[in-house]
C-alpha cells in the first residue's frame, strides 16, 4: 500500500492528467497537486480532501485508493484503459430561489446531462449581473456541494443575508473575517466572519453564457 501523495501521482500518471490539469478537476490550487505528490502535506491533509481525491478516480475507499491503479496502468509509454466519464443529471434552480440547504428549493426549471465523476453538482441560474463580465446575469454555472471550504481566489454561491451570492472569496484584512468580491467594480465587497460564513459550495463550470 502505498503513501497517499505516491499513490496519488500513480493515479493521476495512469489517467495522463497533468497536475494542473487534476487541480482544476478537483477544485485545488495549481501548487497543491505537488506538494501533496511529494509528500510535504502528508500530516495536515484532511479526509474530506483525501476523499475528494479518491472519488474523483472512483475508488471506493482510502485503502482502494492507496492501492494504487492496476498493474500496467501508470507506464507511460503503454495505452491506459480509462472508465468512460460517468453522465448525471442535473438540476437547475433559479439564484433567487434557492435556500441554504437546498432544500426548499422548488422545482428545478430544468435539467441539465453532463459528465462529471465524482461531484455533487446542481446548476443555477444566475439572476444578478454582480459577477459581470465573466459570469453575467442569465448564465448557467454548476456549483460542486462537495467543496464548502473555498480557497483563496476561488468563486463559489454563498449564504449571506438571507440572500445567495455568486462571489470571489479572499480573506479580509482585518483577522477573522472572509471578503466576498464582486468582478463588477460598481459593486463593493461583502465582509463576513469566518464562523458565520456559509458555502454552498463552489463554482465547478460556468456551462451557458449568453454572450456566448
Not at 3 to 14: M, P, Q
Not at 175 to 180: E, N
Not at 187 to 200: F, R, S, T
Request: include cysteine.
Amino acid at each position: 500500500m502505498y503513501e497517499f501523495g505516491t499513490a496519488l501521482k500513480l493515479w493521476r500518471e495512469s489517467r495522463r492528467l497533468s497536475q494542473d490539469e487534476l487541480a482544476d478537476a478537483v477544485g485545488a490550487g495549481k501548487s497543491y497537486i505537488g506538494k501533496v505528490e511529494r509528500g510535504q502535506l502528508s500530516s495536515t491533509i484532511k479526509l474530506s480532501t483525501k476523499e475528494r481525491f479518491w472519488t474523483f478516480f472512483e475508488c471506493g475507499s482510502l485503502e482502494e485508493f492507496r492501492l494504487g491503479p492496476p498493474t500496467g496502468a501508470v507506464a507511460r509509454s503503454q495505452p491506459v484503459l480509462v472508465n468512460p466519464p460517468m453522465e448525471v443529471s442535473v438540476p437547475v434552480y433559479r439564484q433567487k430561489s434557492l435556500s441554504p440547504d437546498w432544500s426548499s428549493c422548488g422545482d428545478p426549471i430544468m435539467e441539465l446531462h453532463v459528465h462529471a465523476p465524482g461531484r455533487d453538482l446542481v446548476a443555477v441560474l444566475v439572476d444578478t449581473a454582480a459577477m459581470y463580465p465573466k459570469i453575467p446575469r442569465g448564465s448557467i454555472v454548476m456549483v460542486d456541494r462537495k467543496i464548502v471550504a473555498p480557497e483563496e481566489g476561488k468563486i463559489a454561491l454563498f449564504w449571506v443575508n438571507g440572500k445567495a451570492m455568486i462571489r470571489r472569496f479572499s480573506y479580509a484584512v482585518a483577522a477573522g473575517m472572509a471578503s466576498l468580491q464582486a468582478l463588477d467594480p460598481e459593486i463593493a465587497p461583502v465582509e463576513v466572519p469566518v464562523g458565520m460564513l456559509l458555502c454552498m459550495g463552489v463554482i465547478y463550470r460556468v456551462i451557458a453564457d449568453p454572450n456566448g
